[in-house]
């Protein structure tokens, strides 16, 4: 069977979502005698630093590294892709989403050329489906609060009863919310997190904990500045409630379990490079008993698709994820939209990702990335501009 990649394209989309337009790139891999093409996803590039590759630069580089190489080597393009795009450090790395759309498609690919479903070649599924909790955005100004109630009752009315809750901008305004919320819906709904975004340190994160622990959330994420880990151990200590924060990469996950600052580790596959990337952190925290959660930067439904592949084949990924992009996406280039049912997220059945590229929807949303649309505050809050 020829496995040989003949040719990677590439094609920039943008997809609105709250407020902002988010620019994904679409990744088609050739392989084979027979035509096979496995799709992937790079998620979001809307996020800080303010920058976007050059797309059809970007396609010819992919294409001198990767074509004429077996698609079943995947250590070896794995290493090829990790040498030409290193990771700088960064949550949202630019060269991480790149080598993790290449690395879906990748994915995708092999699973077809064998017709069966990725989730076997990932070992099979424990879980039938992916726990979700549906985000709920920061509060900026009074306004803000109701129509937050209005989408957890609107989530409530589509069967999501799970949320996680961005906070940090304004706390008087947080607790108004967490406090409605609580107040109005009861054990209707749960509280999976309240997520910091590094946006405070860990004293004022710590406050706001302690003010705010009796309305029952599950855990607090990134409750202190970025790459601050003693911040992390001190929230810990000060609240007794447990904390989560993104894995970066092996030696950030390393470095967050030995020090004794997580409860949860975070495995986005966005900022892992893929599959191939999150399976090893994945592993890591298996070995040291610590629980994971599979992490968004909310991708379009082949990147959706990917993660709901790993986590429901991942024994350790046992806290509720957060991929919920296609509700949020105002569009997508996909033919048949990925199911949610009952607070969680179903893996696609059929061969590879189970997921397919509409052409016609793909073209409808084929735009150059630009951030003429969206400023840094916009990319870091994922809303739009608000009125105060």
């Known amino acids: 069977m020829s496995a040989i990649i003949t040719s990677v394209t590439l094609t920039s989309v943008t997809a609105p979502r709250a407020g902002i337009s988010c620019g994904h790139v679409i990744v088609e891999i050739a392989a084979g005698l027979d035509g096979v093409v496995g799709v992937g996803e790079m998620s979001d590039f809307q996020h800080l630093p303010m920058y976007h590759p050059n797309v059809a630069d970007l396609e010819r580089t992919i294409n001198g590294l990767l074509v004429g190489r077996d698609v079943r080597r995947t250590n070896v393009i794995d290493e090829v892709m990790r040498e030409a795009f290193p990771h700088s450090g960064s949550l949202y790395d630019k060269g991480s989403v790149i080598r993790g759309g290449v690395d ?81 819906y009861g054990d209707r709904i749960s509280i999976k997190s309240l997520d910091f975004s590094n946006l405070v340190s860990a004293q004022a994160a710590a406050r706001f904990i302690n003010q705010t622990s009796d309305l029952g959330f599950e855990f607090v994420e990134a409750p202190s500045r970025a790459g601050d880990v003693d911040g992390m151990r001190f929230v810990r200590d000060r609240t007794g409630i447990p904390v989560s924060e993104h894995a970066a990469g092996e030696r950030s996950a390393l470095a967050l379990i030995t020090s004794g600052a997580v409860d949860v580790l975070n495995v986005g596959l966005f900022v892992l490079g893929g599959i191939t990337g999150a399976q090893r952190v994945l592993g890591i925290a298996e070995a040291a008993s610590i629980p994971c959660l599979i992490g968004t930067t909310q991708e379009l439904a082949i990147g959706t698709a990917a993660a709901a592949h790993v986590g429901t084949c991942s024994p350790g990924a046992t806290a509720a994820g957060d991929p919920v992009g296609p509700l949020l996406y105002t569009r997508d280039v996909v033919t048949e939209p990925l199911e949610f049912r009952d607070s969680a997220l179903v893996p696609p059945s059929g061969p590879g990702l189970g997921v397919q590229i509409d052409p016609q929807l793909l073209e409808a949303a084929h735009e150059p990335l630009s951030w003429s649309a969206t400023d840094a505050r916009s990319a870091i809050d994922r809303t739009g501009a608000r009125a105060k």
Request: hydrophobic fraction near 50%; charge should be negative.
């Open 104 to 184: 879906i498609a990748l994915w995708d690919a092999r699973a077809k050329l064998l017709d069966v479903n990725v989730g076997e070649l990932l070992g099979g599924r424990v879980r039938e489906a992916l726990p979700i909790a549906f985000p709920i955005f920061r509060q900026q100004s009074e306004a803000d609060v109701e129509a937050n109630l209005d989408i957890v009752d609107t989530m409530l009315e589509r069967g999501f009863s799970r949320f996680r809750v961005y906070v940090g901008r304004d706390f008087a305004l947080d607790r108004r919310f967490l406090e409605a919320c609580v107040g109005a």
